[in-house]
């Protein structure tokens, strides 16, 4: 039997644990000074499967600018609509938990959740994330978009390693099952 995907989460947060300003904005992000792509050329090298929710596959639209940024990577968004798949994504309506599963079946790389807090929380609660790799910004922003909802679930983890990027800490942590 061959060994199931990690499904990894790849992540900025502020210190105070936000992944987006209230208005979305991740202004104070690019306001740090790390150090090259701070790592993420290499972990995008680990990954042959994007997943996210609607949400931030929309934000990734209205501001990326030319094309698709996981165009050689098999990307699917999780909705809550029938929407019609294009070249570069496929839009899935079906049961998150069922889908994902088949996904950690499948023989490949790791598959990376891009974002979505709604998307993170479901994956959380039904325990499906197997890494995490945290990046962290020496910012305080006080209010916005929660990298966890608050619920009544728990994960335990192990810290794998750190790393800094200049300004940036990344925390690299496995699940424990």
């Known amino acids: 039997m ?7 989460l790849y992540i900025a947060a502020s210190l105070d644990g936000y992944i987006a300003a209230e208005d979305e904005s991740l202004e104070w992000l690019f306001n740090v000074e790390g150090e090259g792509d701070n790592g993420y050329s290499e972990f995008y090298e ?7 929710g609607k949400k931030t596959y929309d934000w990734i639209i209205r501001h ?28 899935i309506n079906d049961d998150v938990v069922s889908v994902t599963n088949k996904l950690k079946n499948q023989e490949g790389r790791n598959i990376w959740i891009v974002g979505g807090g709604e998307l993170l929380h479901h994956f959380v609660k039904e325990k499906l994330v197997d890494e995490i790799i945290l990046t962290v910004a020496p910012t305080i922003i006080g209010k916005g978009i929660p990298l966890f909802k608050k619920g009544d679930h728990q994960l335990d983890l192990t810290l794998k390693g750190t790393r800094t990027f200049n300004q940036f800490v990344e925390l690299h942590y496995s699940v424990k099952n």
């Open 2 to 8: 061959s060994k199931k995907r990690n499904l990894v």
């Open 64 to 91: 990326e600018t030319g094309e698709f940024p996981y165009k050689n990577k098999e990307c699917y968004v999780f909705t809550r609509s029938s929407i019609e798949n294009t070249e570069d994504v496929q839009f």
């Open 46 to 52: 680990t990954v042959d499967t994007v997943i996210m």
